[in-house]
């Protein structure tokens, strides 16, 4: 079987990288020549633990290749996985453009049997937007099927994501499709679930907005937590024990940003309201999120009053740790109220720095980029923490204070013990608790 990965982004190159590691012969195609031939040196052009050496391993095996060829690669696919964006449109529902050209491109080429395959996040019933995008386009009258195999890879776990997930959700309309899928995914068959299309397509959405869910509702008992002498990380801990409610993704702290979350969120709650569902428990949970940035902020007033001119230290840009994103960071929406404020920001993050100077570029006077935390910290007022990076858990305290102009952390994931951090002489704040 020959596989073709339409679109080199996170989701595609992962997808490529990880069939190609099951044994399969994989091309990755994208429109955009000049990151294919990157992509073809070596040169990969996210940054995500293990993912080069999986790609250049199977490179160098003759697994996987490049083209910027879609219609070679589509004709010479048995099976297509769509990896194309679906990002955000105006009125909070996914654009499906990219989705509905690559539909078309297939329809054009499509010169026997091909499964397509929804890799990328779409809403429910889009299997019958590529059935019909194909049947009108096609020159041939070739047969084909949709099949929909969301994907559930986190950024900065993908590889282990991809290559030992918790299920593999296929939903699948014929046995043709249904069994050429399963022997795809052989190596870890046990954890197939076979559905209908749109139940497949539901289960991503379902899921994500299920999770982004828990995290407003651990922040909303952390709201109340600040009202009250309870502690938001024993709450949590407390709560996790029961295994009905399970104690991942219960951590309180600045909300969840990325590429999905605060996307499927908003794409769910239209998909529902066209469908004349009512969709408040989401709307609510957008919402609580929406308001994480504020509090913070609050609090770093609190602690300094006016926030002109001061020197802001901001640790972890990127929307969570081990990775280069910064698409919804929290820390976009500090760094923008802050510098409105009139304050100035000595930026750092592992990896995520360049992302951000593209948004926020270098301005000596307002806008430093520090190559450590330390020198971030040097001369502060305060340092903040917005990602829970591994390296700013394991910072040498006594020296940031010693750098600090005055020795107060404001942290937005809860990532230092209070006792410790104020037996350090620091003033903290963290989040839901004292
Ligand atoms: C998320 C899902 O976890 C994946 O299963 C899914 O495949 C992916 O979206 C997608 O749809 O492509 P990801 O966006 O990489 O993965 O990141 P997560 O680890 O889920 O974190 C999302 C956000 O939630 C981050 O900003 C993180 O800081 C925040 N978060 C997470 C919390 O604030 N508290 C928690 O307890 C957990």
Redesign the pocket.
Known sequence: MKIAVLGTG??GLVTGAGLAEFGHSVIGADKMTEKIEKISKGEIPIYEPGLDELLRANMKRGRISFSSDLHKTIQAADVIFACVGTPQGDDGSADMSQIEEVSRLIAENLNGYKVIVEKS?VPVKTSHWIKRTISLYKKSDQEFDVASN?????????VA?FLNPDRIIIGVESDRARDMLVKIYDKVRDRIVITNIDTAELI?HA??SF??M??SY??LMANLCEKTDADIEQVAKGMGLDPRIGG??????????????PK?LKALIKIGEDLGVDMNLLKETDLINSGRARLFLDKLKKALWILKEKKIAILGLS???E?D?IR???SIRLIRELLGEGAILRLYDPEAQNNMKELFPEDKTRITYCSTSYEAAACANALLIC??WKEFVEMDLRKVKALMANPIIVDG?NIFEPADVRKLGFEYYSLGRK
């Not at 991942?248 to 979350?261: P, Q």
Request: net charge negative.
């Open positions: 996170y989701v996040t969301p994907e559930f890879l986190r950024e900065g776990s993908a994501d991503k899921s994500n999770l982004a828990k995290i651990i922040n991942l993704f219960l951590k309180a702290g600045l909300g969840f940003g990325g590429s999905c979350f499927d929307f969570k740790p990775t994103d919804e960071a929290p990602t829970e994931r």
